[in-house]
């Protein structure tokens, strides 16, 4: 695990493995992820999913859930959720989130998860108004303003480049599916 690494200003780039990452068991203890990067106000980590789960409440964050693995994973709306009503969501909800698609929604819905078979999904979350995300599933690395701070998830291995804001990209094979995420603080909270 990473956890808070040293992002600043060209700081040098950080390369990590799936093998370098300890599972932790998530605020519900319902299933296990590994953090690949966080500071106060955003994390990315990558959840085991198991065929059966629930999310986790995280009042005040926003989340984007990627499922990494070849299974699509269904979110239902969970009718024992006492504040389902008050996130946006219409009781009874249903998404299909497919691998490699990105589904954002408050970290106050705690969906039920069912998958056909156990995968791995990313999870990027942002507290709300303190964080920007841009993100980007694709061949090869994105290009972002380079004052931010960019992480790259190879999608197959979990292989992961952090690069900290104004901190010089290598060049990299064009051909491996990866996400691309690019977060900074927004303009509000922005320490400079």
């Keep these: 695990m990473i956890g808070y690494a040293d992002l600043r200003a060209g700081a040098p780039l950080i390369r990590t493995t799936r093998s370098q990452r300890v599972p932790q068991l998530w605020a519900n203890e319902r299933g296990t992820t590994t ?3 966080e500071t106060e106000n955003w994390r990315i980590s990558i959840a085991d999913e198991p065929t059966t789960s629930s999310f986790s409440m995280i009042a005040d964050f926003d989340r984007i859930f ?3 693995g070849n299974q699509p994973i269904e979110l239902r709306d969970d009718p024992a959720h006492p504040d389902r009503h008050e996130v946006g969501f ?3 909800r249903t998404q ?3 691998p490699l698609q990105c589904f954002a929604f408050p970290g106050e819905w705690a969906p039920r998860c069912r998958v056909g078979a156990p995968t791995r999904a990313l999870n ?3 507290r709300r108004h303190h964080a920007e ?3 980007h599933v694709g061949t090869g690395l994105a290009e972002f303003d380079a004052g931010t701070t960019r992480i790259f998830v190879h999608a197959d291995s979990e292989d992961t480049l952090i ?3 104004h901190t010089h990209l290598p060049n990299q094979p064009q051909h491996a599916q990866t996400i691309s995420i690019s977060i900074t603080s927004a303009p509000e ?3 400079s």
């Design 163 to 165: 690069a900290p804001p």
């Design 96 to 98: 299909i989130v497919h």
């Design 66 to 68: 990627i499922p990494i």
């Design 35 to 37: 953090v690949v990067v």
């Design 189 to 191: 909270h922005s320490t």
């Design 133 to 135: 995300v841009q993100v």
């Design 90 to 92: 219409d009781a009874g």
């Design 124 to 126: 990027i979350m942002t």
